[in-house]
Nanobody, 121 residues
Framework: QVQLVESGGGLVQPGGSLRLSCTAS????????MGWYRQAPGKEREFVAAISWSGGNTYYADSVKGRFTISRDSAKNTVSLQMNSLKPEDTAVYSC??????????????WGQGTQVTVSS
């Protein structure tokens, strides 16, 4: 099994910053991509950002471009999301996603438990 553990959520004022981290562990042969999604109350889950593990290519939703930065530490199987200039509309539960291949050579597509980010004055 593959486990994803997130950290770093919390309450921040508009204009503030937060950093989320997610570490993947378990029977992992290879990670292909890790990313972040979010779901606000009453809304569908939406893509936020992703990073390819081999080349480090990054992808962002238009709503967060220029404010959020995704990065990875391949040695630690960890992805981070630096969130700056936060807005109230960024309030949501943020979930980590990882895709790759398990030690059994079966593909996996796993999710973390989610961490709450609240932007409010």
């Amino acid at each position: 099994q593959v486990q994803l553990v997130e950290s770093g959520g919390g309450l921040v004022q508009p204009g503030g910053s937060l950093r989320l981290s997610c570490t993947a562990s378990g029977s992992i042969f290879r990670i292909d991509e890790m990313g972040w999604y979010r779901q606000a109350p009453g809304k569908e889950r939406e893509f936020v950002a992703a990073i390819s593990w081999s080349g480090g290519n990054t992808y962002y939703a238009d709503s967060v471009k220029g404010r959020f930065t995704i990065s990875r530490d391949s040695a630690k199987n960890t992805v981070s999301l630096q969130m700056n200039s936060l807005k109230p509309e960024d309030t949501a539960v943020y979930s980590c996603n990882a895709r790759g291949i398990k030690s059994s050579r079966v593909r996996f597509d796993g999710w973390g438990q989610g961490t709450q980010v609240t932007v409010s004055s």
